[in-house]
């Protein structure tokens, strides 16, 4: 099982039920209450601003306030927190039914990459689609004020609506959408759809017939892009019928019974997962190393070649530091593990995924969530 390397939740203990701030747009919100609702934790949601919530215990606001904000104890005092892996895995450890890491090391690494691949390359579909289209605007800038306080007054509702949806367009070159790039997203998005198709044509879930955190990070993902927002929901009921129904069906799987011989075995898993490996190959591996080459080297932007077309982005310090995670996760196996996996990600274009770095005296980041 995957052990928490984040300093900042070392000794979190969980209230009884943790208080989450969300809003029912965020996939990150969305990936938390699914998950929660699983694995049976009980936990109570209050929708609209996080700091709100914030307030409401008196602790320090996380930097910066994203989505969802969960509130914990640590050292007898109440705590936000916003990052959605490592509480994951902190969840592991105070409650042991029902897990979401594979229990075999090797798929648990998998299981650990793919959830970033959701986090950090799938929610670039879910941003752009949401801020790059004239009706995905529209919804999104007139439904969004409303999920903070329903009985906005029209003035004020006009005024959030301009404000939210201005700043969301003008943060579209933090994920990398613009001209160039939207076709590589957009081809991208479409491909990912066909190949998540085929890996729930063989098991329900990714790795089996129990659910893991990956599947979580991608349903929140595709809560908006199928749920939500427009465009991309008419692609996904075009090219994946299957992707939208299992879209619906991972909302609440709190009655599913899981047994541990419900996990594949490493080799089903490497034939069922290869297209979808290739696909993080193809696009997320290139973006990961050109970023980490440009903050390595404190350079503001970089340039890339992703699927065969130039990709031009602001440098972004925590993706630089996703790498180094990942690669801490690979530390953390054995030598035979280690083995079977670099033929793994060789096999699907991701082996240079796996780089030499020191990790005596790594810090590692923690995970975000927007």
């Given at each position: 099982m995957s052990k928490i390397v984040c300093p900042e939740i070392l000794g979190m203990k969980s209230l009884n039920p943790i208080p989450i701030g969300g809003v029912p747009a965020s996939p990150y919100t969305r990936k938390m209450i699914s998950l929660m609702r699983y694995r049976r934790i009980s936990y109570v949601i209050e929708w609209g601003d996080p700091r709100d919530l914030i307030r409401r215990?008196?602790?320090?606001?996380?930097?910066?306030?994203?989505?969802?904000?969960?509130?914990?104890?640590?050292?007898?005092?109440?705590?936000?927190?916003?990052?959605?892996?490592?509480?994951?895995?902190?969840?592991?450890?105070?409650?042991?039914?029902?897990?979401?890491?594979?229990?075999?090391?090797?798929?648990?690494?998998?299981?650990?990459?793919?959830?970033?691949?959701?986090?950090?390359?799938?929610?670039?579909?879910?941003?752009?689609?949401?801020?790059?289209?004239?009706?995905?605007?529209?919804?999104?800038?007139?439904?969004?004020?409303?999920?903070?306080?329903?009985?906005?007054?029209?003035?004020?509702h006009a005024a959030f609506k301009k404000h939210i949806s201005d700043l969301q367009i003008s943060r579209l070159g933090v994920v990398g959408s613009n001209e160039l790039t939207a076709p590589i997203i957009e081809a991208s998005y479409k491909r990912f759809l066909g190949q998540l198709d085929h890996c729930l044509s063989k098991h329900p879930f990714l790795f089996g017939n129990r659910p893991s955190s990956a599947d979580f990070a991608l349903f929140g993902q595709l809560s908006a892009l199928i749920g939500f927002d427009p465009t991309s929901r008419a692609l996904a009921h075009e090219i994946s019928p299957r992707v939208v129904a299992w879209q619906d069906l991972m909302e609440d799987l709190s009655g599913l019974k899981p047994n541990e011989s419900d996990w594949i075995n490493f080799k089903d898993a490497e034939q069922n997962l290869l297209s979808l490996f290739q696909e993080v190959g193809k696009v997320y591996l290139p973006a990961l190393l050109a970023n980490s080459r440009a903050i390595n080297q404190e350079e503001k932007t970089w340039t890339v070649e992703i699927d065969g077309a130039k990709w031009e982005q602001r440098s972004f310090p925590y993706q630089a530091k996703c790498l180094k995670w990942i690669n801490h996760e690979f530390q953390k196996l054995n030598e035979s593990d280690q083995k079977h996996i670099k033929e793994f990600l060789i096999k699907t274009g991701c082996g240079e995924m796996i780089i030499a770095v020191s990790y005596t005296h790594l810090t590692l980041p923690t995970k975000r969530i927007v």
């Open positions: 215990f008196g602790v320090e606001e996380p930097k910066p306030v994203l989505l969802p904000v969960m509130i914990f104890e640590v050292d007898g005092k109440h705590k936000a927190v916003t990052d959605s892996t490592p509480i994951i895995r902190h969840l592991e450890i105070e409650f042991s039914p029902r897990s979401v890491i594979p229990s075999d090391p090797k798929l648990a690494f998998l299981n650990y990459v793919l959830e970033d691949f959701g986090d950090e390359w799938v929610t670039k579909y879910m941003f752009h689609y949401r801020w790059y289209f004239k009706d995905d605007i529209e919804k999104a800038g007139t439904i969004l004020p409303l999920l903070h306080g329903i009985s906005l007054d029209d003035d004020s």
